[in-house]
């Protein structure tokens, strides 16, 4: 008596798999059976199959990133910062700000003292003077009370400000580029309480 194994019978309850539908993924040619009615294309040498464990590939060098410090929306402060990241304001915050980088003043944020700082975005309130920054934005639903002092000045429709603004001048000429207040109001001849000299 021998003992083999049967093939089974296949079963007709499963349907057949159905076909797989037609790729955007760029195949090989067949050159054997597909014909070319324009120029001639040189033959394509096979692509080898990608390695299963490819080594990662060697990363460029990494700029230093500066990291933004975030007052959040819930927290009042008091105090002053100092620094060289970026501040992101979305709380309130009483005091002075001087960093090397950026500082944004989140909508509905508020801050009250003076700025130092390479660039100042103005998205809520700021109630001070901006010193020395090379470009201060004031967006549209920004509102300011206080002197800016800057190299480059933005200013968008809808936003506030009460202050005095110097823009465009380096430091050094700042003392040749100043004109009084008079000047600036075309009152040459008045004193800022508007008695005649």
Known sequence: MAI????????RDNPAPPPQPETALK????????FSFGQPTPP????APA???AAPAPRAPERETVKESLIASDLSIEGKIQGSGHIRIAGRFKGDVQVDGDLTVELGAKLNGGVRARKVVIAGEL??????AQRVELLESGAMIGDVK???VTVAAGSRMRGQVEFGWEDKDSGNAKTSKHEKNGHGAKTENGADS
Not at 44 to 47: D, F, K, L, T, V
Not at 127 to 132: F, L
Request: negative net charge.
């Open 4 to 11: 083999f194994n049967q093939p089974a019978p296949p079963k």
């Open 27 to 34: 195949r090989e040619p067949d050159t054997l059976n597909e």
């Open 44 to 47: 394509q040498a096979p692509i």
């Open 51 to 53: 390695p299963a464990a």
């Open 127 to 132: 109630e001070g003077n901006i010193e020395s």
């Open 150 to 152: 800057a190299g480059v």
